[in-house]
């Protein structure tokens, strides 16, 4: 995957310019400039910015180093994905979701990360399920606290959450849960650090992680269900930046 840089600045009467890296294969510029404007777009740290973040489309296309039509074609996909809108005579801006979108996506996520968890007590290996703990390795009991070191933790939470998606072996589960997931990356990362959460956060993934090992259902459903539902609740709670 291409690294990108988030780095944010005003040109053009306030567009952000984007670094993003040129094109090398001009075989397919819309699917490639999708992946490259998604992955800087969900890179952004869009609510930790005072102002809507709005995009220069050309800025981007030199950027890249493709005529806008591809980049036009791509921001109309991502539009329809919900990442960005389109205000006429003004432009395209990053799309902030509200507090209630937020806590409706992260509901329905709560739902398809619990089936995800009874499907891995029925069918995934031990030699799986051994991968999830050795995430954690570095942050289990007695080593440096998770909020020490929490870029580090933020990055492995997010891993894991999309972890256990894909160990449940179910494809129209994971596809149903990439885009959601990938809305609510970026407010995972702005919320990780709040509060206790990253302490809480630990403890969390480790009993759930116990209770797959142990194969037992029951338990991971509910144990996944509360873990999301308690990101939803601090949310509603504290997350007033999302009015």
Do not use: C
Not at 82 to 87: K, Q, T
Not at 103 to 109: D, L, R
Not at 189 to 201: L, M, P, Y
């Amino acid at each position: 995957m291409m690294s990108v840089e988030s780095t944010i600045r005003r040109v053009n009467g306030g567009a952000a310019k984007l670094s993003v890296a040129p094109l090398e294969d001009t075989s397919t510029f819309k699917n490639r400039a999708y992946a490259a404007l998604k992955e800087v777009i969900v890179s952004l740290n869009i609510y930790d910015q005072p102002n809507e973040v709005r995009l220069d489309e050309r800025q981007l296309a030199q950027s890249l180093g493709v005529s806008r039509t591809p980049v036009r074609e791509a921001m109309a996909q991502l539009e329809r994905e919900g990442f960005v809108h389109s205000v006429p005579r003004r432009g395209i801006y990053v799309v902030r979701k509200t507090k209630r979108e937020v806590i409706e996506m992260i509901q329905v996520w709560a739902a398809l990360e619990s089936l995800a968890a009874r499907l891995i007590t029925m069918n995934a290996s031990d030699e799986e399920i051994g991968r999830l703990r050795q995430m954690f390795a570095s942050f289990d009991e007695g080593d440096e606290a998770p909020h020490a070191k929490l870029d580090e933790y933020s990055e492995i939470n997010i891993q894991f959450h999309q972890t256990i998606i894909a160990m449940g072996g179910n494809g129209i589960l994971e596809g149903l849960a990439e885009n959601l997931f990938t809305h609510m990356r970026m407010i995972r990362r702005k919320t990780i650090g709040e509060e206790d959460r990253a302490d809480r956060s630990i403890q969390d993934h480790l009993a759930i992680i116990q209770a797959l090992e142990a194969r037992d259902t029951g338990a991971a459903e509910v144990l996944v269900r509360n873990h999301a539902l308690g990101l939803a609740e601090h949310v509603a709670r504290f997350a007033d930046y999302l009015e």
